[in-house]
């Protein structure tokens, strides 16, 4: 915590990107509320609301890599700022546009722009920071992109009342348009560890080759596979939370909507605590620790949720899930910041987006029917053994992994080692980080006459998603 508030006190530029980060996320969490009531309001349907929903998740699900893959090879400021002029165009065309056919291509368009925002602003963290400040300000995006998740829900109760669900959607836009006005004149400057600018834009043809590479890197690294394979099956039990906690608040605790805002308000204070308590990083092996004890938090706390027999043991439940789920992901992202070269951040935060993606879409296809079968008590139960068992295996897994004193990561398997046309090479080197293959540029292509649109590369806004955060 004492991390993060120097760091915002001391760097205009990181308080510049914070602060507008935080009030987009506010809009967004608001705009959540008012994108069901639009959803309800015109078409009267769960389905229709469910796919509305889900068309927000398409994109990363399906074009992850290449998002990650398009950071990494142009300017991240001008990826993240049109990302959110993206934003912009999907929230208000929500708000004006009531066909059904067009509310879902927006919501659509609005996960192209989450897609892309969150792989070019994760990976730019250092740029925006500094290097020796990156614990903190990544424990600090986590923060601020929960924020709104926590208290948009009560914006939107007291906006709803004098503007409406279209102009709260409208004011949602409206804060993308903030966020890409701040982004424009805010610098980045240059990575650690770089000496020139990003090379001219390639043709797709090369994102489609970076976007695989960075897929066959993460292959590669057995350490940091694991960790994003076991916070994908996390996030998976966590989305089983998303469904289960309205049933379990109203029905099996009689607690009605205001037990129901205060599990959402408590869940997303222990988030933001979890995040936070990154804020000072550590070696590896710290990291490692912390990162299964952070799942451990979060499988404990569901299983307490589920066997709460009142509101108030629900809520202390529902906080220590919320820490949990902070902690592991604040931990997931240094994990790969160190264990992965800068010139890769993006395609693998990319590649982790849409593992996120996946494992939400996967829980909600299966959540009503598990309701249906066990309540949402057993659910929650089963959903926090589930996340006890993937700590484990991940536990075994990272075994012998980024032991003490060790200063390199583990090694890359021959069938992970390309040629250098093929995209790999390099290594990072750093106090305290780890050495990995990295990705480098190919060939230019025709695209090159575009290259005017960027500069340098380093020069939910966040995302409409889940509450149960990814």
Known sequence: MREGLALLRQNRRSRAFFLTLAQSSLGTGAGYVALLLIAYERYESPWAISIILGADLLPAMLLGPIFGAIADRWSRRRCAIAADLIRVVAFIGIAVVDSFGATVAFAVLAGIGTGLFTPATVAGLA??????????????????????????????????AVLGAETLMVANGATFA????????????????????????????????????????????RGTRTVLLAGGALLFFGGLLNVAELILAREELDAGETGFSLIVAVFGLGFICGSLSGSKGGDLTELKRRFLVGAGFWGLGMIAAGLAPNLVIALLAFGVTGFGNGAVLVYERQIIQNTVSDASLGR???????????????????????????????????????????????????RGEWGAGDERSSSVPASAVLDADAGLAGERAGGGSQHSLDLVDGEAGWLTLLDDLGDGRYDRGVELRPRVNG
């Open 127 to 160: 740029s925006i920071s500094g290097e020796k400040r990156l614990p903190a300000a990544t424990a600090l995006y986590g923060a601020a992109s929960d924020f709104g998740y926590t208290l948009g829900p009560a914006v939107a109760a007291g906006g709803l």
């Open 178 to 221: 903030i966020s890409a006005a701040v982004l424009w004149k805010l610098s980045w400057g240059q990575a650690p560890g770089t000496s020139s600018p990003q090379s001219p834009i390639r043709p797709a043809r090369a994102i489609l080759r970076d976007a695989r590479d960075g897929v066959r890197l993460a292959a590669g690294l």
């Open 348 to 398: 693998l935060f990319g590649l982790r987006d849409s593992f996120t993606a996946w494992s939400f879409a996967l829980a909600f296809a299966s959540a009503g029917v598990l309701i249906s079968a066990l309540g949402p008590r057993t659910l929650l139960v089963s959903a926090g053994v589930g996340a006890l068992l993937v700590l484990g295996l991940a536990a075994l897994a990272l």
